[in-house]
């Protein structure tokens, strides 16, 4: 699934202008990637949502996706005009205990402890195809985790796509078959 991106330069441009590094947050040795700034940029915004969304085209730029997935909380913010912009679906992947209805869910290691997200069983039908989004891929746990509560819904995670990677994390390899598009990489 390859649509026309904006200018590869343009992107890097918007995203280290307008993502800021936060040294220490929220612990000591992390350097947090603030997106605050190009979220109150209109025209920032505007070039990553839609970029975001080619993810979710074919060649022919037609949406290929039934349903697109945001990772509480960032993700959410990504996702839904993503959703909107394809004329698909929003779901969402949240941590534990907060969606009312029956779930599936998946625990995941963290640097330090483990984690849980969960997805609404109905929220995407089995044989729907799937475009999974958050804001910053790091060492790949979260989206892994989110790619594992499509899989449990019987989706088809058709491609992810996320703002910012950090590279020398080495996420990317130990992603499953789907696409990754990232929009900028550090
Ligand atoms: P990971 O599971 O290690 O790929 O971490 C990705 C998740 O943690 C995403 O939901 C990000 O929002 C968040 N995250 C991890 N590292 C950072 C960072 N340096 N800056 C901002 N968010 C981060």
Known sequence: MTAPLPERAALDDVLSRLVRDIPDFPKPGVMFKDISPLLADHDGLTTVVHALASAGRDAEGRTAVDKVV???????????????????????????????????????????????????????????????????????????????????CGGEVAAIAVLLELGFLGGREHLGAAPLLALHTV
Not at 88 to 102: D, E, M, N, Y
Not at 111 to 130: F, I, S, T
């Open 70 to 152: 945001g990772i509480e909380a960032r993700g959410f913010i990504l996702a839904a005009p993503v959703a909107l912009a394809l004329g698909a679906g929003f779901v969402p992947v949240r941590k534990a205990g907060k969606l009312p209805g029956p779930v599936h869910r998946v625990s995941y290691a963290l640097e330090y402890g483990e984690a849980v997200l969960e997805v609404h069983e109905d929220a995407v039908a089995p044989g729907e195809r799937v475009l999974v989004i958050d804001d910053v891929l790091a060492t790949g746990g979260t989206v892994n985790a989110a790619v594992e509560l499509v899989g449990s």
